[in-house]
Every structure is written in C-alpha cells, then in structure tokens.
C-alpha cells in the first residue's frame, strides 16, 4: 500500500484542487482544511513508516515518461528530504485554516493547494526535467498569489519575482542539459558507439567530471539556486515580494519556496560536484556572511514590520548557506535542520505580522507600542517567536544555527568567528522591533481597545509555538534521519573527489570509523 505513497502526496493536493472548483465558496474554507489535514496525516504516515537508519532513497518510484532520452517519473524520498515535505503539508494546512474573509477566498485555497502539488514535487522528484517542471510550476500559483491579493506594487512586486526566479531557471537548465550530455559520452559503448542519455540525478550522482567542467556547470546550477535563496546580490526581489504578499503568501514563500535553492544546494550541486563546491566555498562563505550583516542592518532600519522579518529571513538564509557549504556532516545537517527551523520561526513571524494588520491594517511599528498591555498573549507568542528567531538556546533556530557554525569551523575558524558575532549583532534589530511594538504606554487611542489573538489564530500559533520548544530540547527525531544521509552525501562527494584539496576539505567518513574502531 506505500508503493505510490509519494505520488498520492504530490497529486492528491492538485486533484482536490479541481474539484474544489465544483465547491460552494460557504463550504471551500471547511474543503481546504479537511484536504490539507489528510495531506499532512499522510506526510506524518510516511514520518512513521520511513526507516531512519537507511541512508539512501525509500519509497522510490520509476516511470518511463520519454525513454529514449532518459527522462523518466523518478520520485524518492531520503532524510534530507523527508521534513521539508512534511513542513510543506504543514504549512499548507495552517495557512488555509488561519485565512482571514478575504476576497475570493475560493480562489485562494485553490491556488494554494495546486502550490503544495509543486512544492511536494520538488523536493521528492529524483529526474532533473522533472524536478525542473515542478520548479518552475511553483512560480504561477505564487506569481497569482502576489499579484491578485498583494498590495499597491504587487504587480511591480510578482513580474519581479517571476523574471528574477525564471532567469536563474534557465541558466540551470541549460546546466541540466549539459549534465545529460556528459552522462551520455561517459555511457558510451565502445563496441556500438551508442551511450544511454539519463537525467536521473542519482546516475549524474555517479558521474565523475573533470575540475573545468564542474566549475562551469557548478556555475550553472548555481545562477538558478542563488536566486531562490535569494542570495546576495540577487535578494533584491524578496522584500518586494513580502512586503506586497498577502499574510499567506509571505508565509509560504519564507517557510517552504526559500527552501528549495538550499536544498537544490545539497540534493545537485554537492554530490555532483565536489571539487567545484571546495573551490567556491569560501567566496559563497563570504556572501553568505554578507547576507548575515547587510541584511540585519537593512531590517534595523526598516519602519515597516513585515520588512523587518523579510530582511530577516534574508539574514538566517546566510546561516544556512554557511552550514551547507561547511561541506562535513555537522554543517550540512545543521544547514537542514536549520531550514526547517526557518520554516517554522520566520513562518509563525509572519503569521504574527498578519494578526495586526487584520486589526488595524498598517504594518508600520510607529503606529504601535505598548501592546503587551493590550494583547498579552499575542505579546507572549511573538516574544516566544522572537527568540528562537536570535537563535536563543533551548529554541529550535539554536540547534541549527550551532551545528552549522560548527561544521565551518572546520573549515575557517576566522570566518566562523565573522558569522558569530554578525549573528549576535543581528539579534538588536529583533529586540528593538519587539520593544517599539510592545513596551511602553499605549499612545495612540485605536490600539487601546485592540483584541488579543482569537481561536483561529491560536490554533495556527499554538503549534507552532510548541514545535519551536520541543525540537529546540530535543532535535533528536529530526536529526538523526537527516545525519544518516547526509553522511552517505558527504562520503559520496570524498569518494568522487579528484583534487587533494577536496580531499582534505571533505571528509572520509569511512576512514574515519575503521580509525575509531581500532
């Protein structure tokens, strides 16, 4: 019964989304929860049934689609992947039971589950044609997204969005194409002088090229996930992107679609090319501690809360790149678990965002302060929220943030350092929003009646509040599926790696436990 598991979750999403045309607008906000809590119980069921010491693909399915030039149905699942799928069903599901009575609310929930189809998709294809279909799909149900419900700009905001996503996409593809390429002339038989063309990614996983072209397509791949991340210079297009997305959109995008450049990141461009991932990771480290101080000193003189947690989400992105080209088990695995902290930090801040603006319908913090008298418990949540978000022990940002800077410490204690401290710097634009929102006397006369967070909100804010304690005590059940394949990942990359530096850099995790058993 699990063989097509992975297909059910991917699918299901978008079949429900056609007959939800056939739903009256009074019963699709009851639809849209009861599909998406079924999706999320399956996501849990596949949690259940995974097996957390297997290090390779489970659940794999394999579907000729074009043969003849290797593109193929190829779906799995690994540790790497497993929680961002269930942080996708997730966040869906929490998004479309916290949707306020907005304009064609039909249409939303439509939408968003016709998103969660590509989401899934992504991060459980294992042919690159069809992790690039479902890529690129992810950008028209969040392109309809800003553009129909965002603000004043939001038309200005989802092009944007769109030209900047779509050019890396194609700089990617045509990296993908020369992937297949090599495959078929590494694949060649000398008797008939025939190769077999493929775009698995686990075959392109076990081609080994020379340094040149791995620098070249390394380039390629990394045009269309720098962009996704956004990394710096290409984050221009995000608080853009935030500040004109309706609540709902802004959650999903910081959550779930941020995720996929940095998972991209692990899942192609470091088994595939190990020595072009040690020959650009300290310039990429560079950026990203870039990442980390610019964008903290944009959020510090933003006006605009939403912006602040946008520029933000920026900031922790940089943490996550770090960690994942630390290119050692500690980084990368904390650079995962690190995402899916992000996901539900940055995606319970926004949600948070969203509860003033339906108050009082500016995001301005000068129309503010004071609220803790007012809205104890919304104080108390965001407060919450605002911890894990600086990265404060016992909360779920720590866990990630420390295992990423351990494993770059391997690697550049001097850098390390950098990002540390840009780290710590970075937690004042945080407490200064938080104390110019909730301190002091209340001043302006419309917040002194406000109501504090309903129902509907807690059941939204709840969960997510005890998910951030409760893997911040005690990651063990996340990380331990996710450390079995990223060991496997990073023996791979040792193993196909050509330069002694890359063979310095990456570890040999083999080697490593023959010397600890003797």
Known sequence: MFDYILSTLIFFPALAAVFGFMIHKDSIRAYGVTVSAIELALSLWLWFIFDSNVAGMQFMENLPLLPA??????????????FIVILASFFTLIGIASLTDTKKVKNMIITLLFLQMTMIGVFVALDAILFYVFWELSLVPMLYIIGAWGGEKRIYASVKFFLYTFTGSLVMLVGMLFMAYFYYQATIDPITGVGIWSFAILDWHRLILPETYQLWLFGAFFMGFAIKVPMFPFHTWLPYAHGQAPTIGSV????????????????????????????????????????????????????????????????????????TFALNVEGISGSIFLMIAHGVVSGALFLLVGVIYDRRHTKMMSEFGGLASV??????????????????????????????????????HILTLLAGIAIIVGAIYMLAAYKRLFFGEVTNEKNKNLPDVNKRELVALIPLTIITIWLGIYPKPVLEPINNSVEYVVQLMHDKSITEEAKTRIPNLVQASMQEVN
């Open 252 to 323: 999903i995008l910081a959550a779930i679609l941020l995720k996929m450049g940095t998972y991209a990141f692990i899942r192609f461009s470091l088994p595939m090319f190990p020595d072009a991932s040690v020959y650009f990771m300290f310039p990429i480290a560079i950026i990203a501690i870039i990442m980390i101080i610019y964008t903290a000193m944009v959020a510090y003189a933003q006006e605009d809360v939403k912006q602040v947690v946008a520029y933000s989400s920026v900031s922790h992105m940089g943490v996550i790149i770090l960690g």
């Open 375 to 412: 809205m104890p418990i919304y104080a108390t949540i965001f407060g919450v929220m605002l911890m894990a978000s600086v990265g404060m022990p016992l909360t779920i940002n720590f866990v990630g943030e420390f295992l990423s800077l351990l494993g770059f410490y391997q690697q550049s």
């Open 69 to 82: 030039f290797g593109i193929n149905y190829i779906v799995g699942v690994d540790g790497i992947s497993l």
